[in-house]
Each structure stands twice: as structure tokens, then as C-alpha cells.
């Protein structure tokens, strides 16, 4: 006889944790205890006993916190009845099958659902995972660790962001389905994680409108322009005052037995997800050129929020023309997978890599701006084979001043500017640095201050500003063999343009383009010079690239 299957343990994260045996929750009260299971469910790898035990007891002496975690696991194996962790040389997991975790289970469908990868289980039962997904992710777990809680933070604002792209697909999938109360009661849950996602209030009037309600619209539309002038000074974008218009005229039109005109679609970019050994990589492709082109962006992004911005998608549209541009958020902003550890140079171009794998892109242009022009330097250097080119923006080789690099910031002053940022999150945080001419325009401001709110928390963005401190990719650059163009505004207060010389100097044969301007962002101002010198560039290499192989 073959023994009996252990009854199933379900661990719940959703609210106040909890660990449920055959339907029977068990009576575990030690914090840590949970803390300690958050961690290697969520993490989804193996935790060094290391920086569990600092995480759990972050008071005492390593050998006292060794000890005490052995203690923890007996403990809770004990209550539990079963073998839980698996003890590797340095690290431990949880045992293969040892448990189910509804958070993981939702993190797995929302990605397929968001990236249209798999068919989703029945509307109900997603429905259902949906509405607990929206209680609080570890509610109530604390214990005086303050790494415990920023990483906590952490996790809760990587949850609310897969959170809300699966509640906008299921409410679209509940308009098509015919499901109109559903899909405005998703709206507001939608609302209540953001009540400045103009996307939702577009819904909204698109519901409306399906429903007749011209009047409805017209709430919907005013809930949106009161709530963007009460926190930010500005009203709604373009798209969504077109929307209005557009769906106000819909429902005219279905009140009055005329002919539907199409409900305004919203534009979004068709995220992907791209797992590599180091966790997911958000991504998604535009325009389909002959050549690629991936966009490195500088140390925040967040690809959804970004599209928002008509210069951001105005500009890229143009390269699509051309190229099949990429782009992604790197691990530890944006949609993509949060960082356990200091962001690198090396950690970043790995999240190329695994895109360009995904996106199964052989060969590619590297458009590196401002902190994404290091990993495209490390790219060109270490993987010439995959790189057709590379152009550098407003970048650097060092993130911090140097006996030989007097063009970066001091570490101490690194580190001060660092704080007055993360200081600053939750409103257009240093927008005078990287956009001086659009300080006082209230459209930018608030776009940038919901990009910085979304894109990372203050602990993962302190991650990501650490790792740009001790970068210095200057050895590399005399590697690099592939085309190069650098460009630098004169008047960038982000990055000195002496740094964009120095790059030119170091790489060979590289072509340096100054321009005038002041701003970092390259999508802001004299934009049209910028897009012109990458199709130029890039059709001459191509032209010298042809002639080469024709000679031979």
C-alpha cells in the first residue's frame, strides 16, 4: 500500500496571514514565523540563512540569529506536522509541494492574463481570486525589523502594480462578456488603488455609454478632471477629454436607435512578461522594423505610465516607422520584478538579455539614456554578436566622482542628493533637474510625480540610486567595436556634458553629436534632432555595413 498523501496546507498572505491544514486554520501566533514564509513564498528562490536571520532579528549577533532560526523552523515544521524547508549549504527553500499560496497563485494568472500568454480558468473563479487580492497583502505583519518592513513595502507595491493591470483586463473581459455591473464594480476597485488612472474613468464612460447614460458619461468625465485638479492643478490629458466626447456621442447615438458609432479604444502598450533565472522582465514591442532598437531608460521607468506621455509615445511612434522598438522596466522599478539586492550594471544588461531571448530578437540597436546608457556599454563590450549599434543619450561611465572622473557627484554628495529625491517621492520630485523648462507646467508635474510614485518605492529606488553610485563601466569602453553615436545637450543639469565627451573620447571611432538644450530627458525638447541622428546614423552604418560585404 502506497501511504496516504499529507492533506493539503494552503498558506494565505491576502489580509493577516494565516496557514490552513484541511480546512482547519492553525493556531500559529509567531510573526516571524509568517515573516519567514512571506519571504520564500514571495522571493520564489532560495534565501541565504544569512540575511533571514538579520531580516527576523536584525538586533542580534549573527551566531545568535543563526540559532534562533533553526529554532524557528523546528517550530513551525513541528505545529505543521510535515517537513516544510528544504536546508541547502547556505541557503533554504521551501520544500517542493510542501504548501499552496494563493498570492503566487494570483501573481501566475495575472501575469498570463496581462500578457494574453494562457487561458484563463472560468470568469468566476477569477473574479473570486480578485476580490481577495484586493485585501491588504500581509496585513498587520511586523516585528521591529526595519528591513522586514521595507521589504514588506516593498512587496505590497509590486502586488497593487500586477494588481491593477489584472483588474483592467478583467474588467474589459467583463464589458465584452456583457457583465456591465462587474466591470464598473471593477472600475472602482480600480479607483480606489488610483483615483488618478485616467484609464479607469474611460471605462467608466465606455460603460456608460453601452448603458445609454449620457449623464453618466458626463460623471464619469467629471469625477476625473476633479480629482487630477484637486491633487495635481491640471486636467485630464487630450485622450481622455477625446474619449469624452467620443463616448458622450455613443450614447446620443444608442439613446436615439442611430447607428453605434466604436467605443474609443484605450491605447495601451501589450505588455509581455519575459522570465529569466533572475525573475520577470516587463516588456513590450512597438512598430514592426526590420532592425530593433532597444530603449535603456535612465533609473525610474514604468512602460505603462511612460505611454501615457504623448511626447514619449509621439516620439517612439516615429522610430516604429523604421525600427521594431523594445522597450521594458528593469527589475526593481516598474512592472517588472522587485530586487532583493543593490541594482547593477550587470543586473540590468541581464534584463536585456532576457528580453531579447523572449521577444526571440537576435541582433539589436542599443539606445542607452541617461543610467541606461552603462548597461548598453556593457552589452556592446561583453555580447558584440547581438549588437548592430549603440547610441548613447545624456550618459555616463561613473557614477560617482573620480581622481580622474571630475564629472560626477562626490559619493557624500551622491548620497545627499539621493535623500532630498527619495524625500521628495510622491510629488514631481528634482523635475528641475531633468526638465528645467517644464518645472512649472502642471500636465508634466503630475505625470511625473504618478511615474514616480508608481515606478518604485522609496527603499527599491534607493536600491536602484546605490547601484548608479558604484558604477564604472569606464574599462569597457575600449571594447566596444560596434557603431557609436553619443549625444549630449550642453546645458543637461542631470549629467554634465563633459560626461557625454568623455564617453565619445573613450570608445572608438564613436561619433559625438552635441546639441543644444537643456533638457535630460531626450523625448523633451529639440526631440526631432535626436530621432533624426538615430535614423541617420543608423542608415549610414547600415550603407557602410553593405559596402563592406559587397567588397568582399
Not at 500500500?1 to 493556531?27: I, K
Not at 540610486?465 to 563601466?473: S, T
Request: aromatic content about 6%; glycine content about 8%.
Amino acid at each position: 500500500m502506497h501511504p496516504a498523501e499529507p492533506p493539503a496546507l494552503l498558506l494565505n498572505l491576502f489580509g493577516v496571514p494565516s496557514l490552513v491544514l484541511a480546512g482547519e486554520r492553525l493556531r500559529i501566533s509567531l510573526q516571524r514565523a509568517y515573516g519567514l514564509m512571506a519571504m520564500l513564498a514571495l522571493e520564489r528562490r532560495p534565501i541565504s540563512r544569512d540575511q533571514a536571520a538579520r531580516m527576523l532579528w536584525p538586533e542580534a549577533a549573527a551566531a545568535v540569529g543563526l540559532g534562533r532560526l533553526r529554532r524557528l523552523i523546528y517550530e513551525l515544521e513541528a505545529r505543521c506536522g510535515r517537513a516544510l524547508i528544504d536546508s541547502h549549504e547556505r541557503s533554504i527553500s521551501f520544500a517542493a509541494g510542501a504548501l499552496r499560496c494563493e498570492a503566487l497563485e494570483f501573481r501566475s494568472l495575472a501575469q498570463a492574463m496581462i500578457a494574453g500568454t494562457a487561458v484563463p480558468p472560468p470568469q468566476a473563479d477569477i473574479e473570486s481570486l480578485a476580490e481577495r487580492a484586493c485585501e491588504p497583502l500581509l496585513d498587520g505583519l511586523t516585528f521591529g525589523s526595519d528591513e522586514f518592513d521595507d521589504w514588506v513595502r516593498m512587496q505590497r507595491i509590486e502586488h497593487v502594480h500586477l494588481l491593477t493591470r489584472m483588474l483592467a483586463c478583467l474588467a474589459e473581459h467583463q464589458r465584452a462578456q456583457g457583465c456591465a455591473e462587474a466591470a464598473i464594480g471593477t472600475a472602482e476597485r480600480l479607483l480606489a488603488f488610483d483615483p488618478y488612472a485616467e484609464p479607469s474613468y474611460v471605462l467608466l464612460m465606455a460603460l456608460a455609454a453601452d448603458a445609454r447614460d449620457g449623464a453618466g458619461v458626463d460623471a464619469a468625465f467629471m469625477r476625473c478632471a476633479d480629482a487630477l485638479r484637486a491633487e495635481f492643478g491640471t486636467k485630464p490629458a487630450p485622450a481622455t477629454e477625446q474619449a469624452y466626447l467620443q463616448e458622450k456621442e455613443r450614447a446620443a447615438a444608442l439613446a436615439h436607435g442611430r447607428r453605434e458609432a466604436p467605443s474609443s479604444p484605450i491605447t495601451t502598450l501589450p505588455i509581455r512578461f519575459a522570465t529569466g533565472k533572475h525573475g520577470s522582465v516587463a516588456y513590450a514591442t512597438v512598430g514592426e522594423g526590420g532592425e530593433a532598437l532597444v530603449m535603456l531608460p535612465g533609473f525610474v521607468s514604468h512602460i505603462e505610465i511612460g505611454w501615457e506621455h504623448p511626447g514619449i509615445r509621439e516620439a517612439i511612434g516615429r522610430l516604429a516607422r523604421r525600427f521594431t522598438v523594445v522597450v521594458f522596466d528593469r527589475r526593481g522599478v516598474g512592472l517588472s520584478e522587485r530586487l532583493g539586492e543593490v541594482s547593477t550594471v550587470e543586473s540590468a544588461a541581464d534584463d536585456v538579455l532576457t528580453v531579447l531571448a523572449a521577444a526571440r530578437i537576435g541582433r539589436a540597436w542599443l539606445f542607452g539614456s541617461s543610467e541606461g546608457g552603462p548597461a548598453a556599454i556593457h552589452i556592446a563590450a561583453q555580447h558584440p554578436q547581438g549588437v548592430s549599434g549603440l547610441i548613447l543619450f545624456g550618459s555616463l561611465a561613473r557614477g560617482s566622482r573620480d581622481a580622474d572622473y571630475p564629472w560626477a557627484l562626490r559619493g557624500d554628495s551622491f548620497d545627499h542628493w539621493m535623500d532630498s529625491l527619495i524625500a521628495g517621492w510622491g510629488g514631481p520630485a528634482d523635475i528641475q533637474t531633468f526638465a528645467p523648462t517644464l518645472r512649472d507646467d502642471p500636465e508634466t508635474c503630475a505625470w511625473w510625480a504618478r511615474m514616480l510614485r508608481q515606478s518604485a518605492s522609496p527603499a527599491s529606488m534607493r536600491a536602484v540610486l546605490k547601484g548608479l553610485r558604484e558604477m564604472d563601466v569606464r574599462p569597457l569602453l575600449p571594447r566596444i567595436t560596434a557603431p557609436t553615436l553619443v549625444m549630449h545637450r550642453r546645458g543637461d543639469r542631470a549629467v554634465r556634458f563633459e560626461a557625454g565627451e568623455h564617453l565619445a573620447r573613450s570608445i572608438g571611432r564613436a561619433e559625438f553629436l552635441p546639441l543644444q538644450g537643456d533638457s535630460h530627458w531626450w523625448w523633451t525638447g529639440d526631440t526631432d534632432a535626436v530621432i533624426d541622428a538615430i535614423e541617420s546614423f543608423a542608415a549610414a552604418s547600415a550603407a557602410r555595413a553593405g559596402a563592406v560585404e559587397g567588397g568582399t
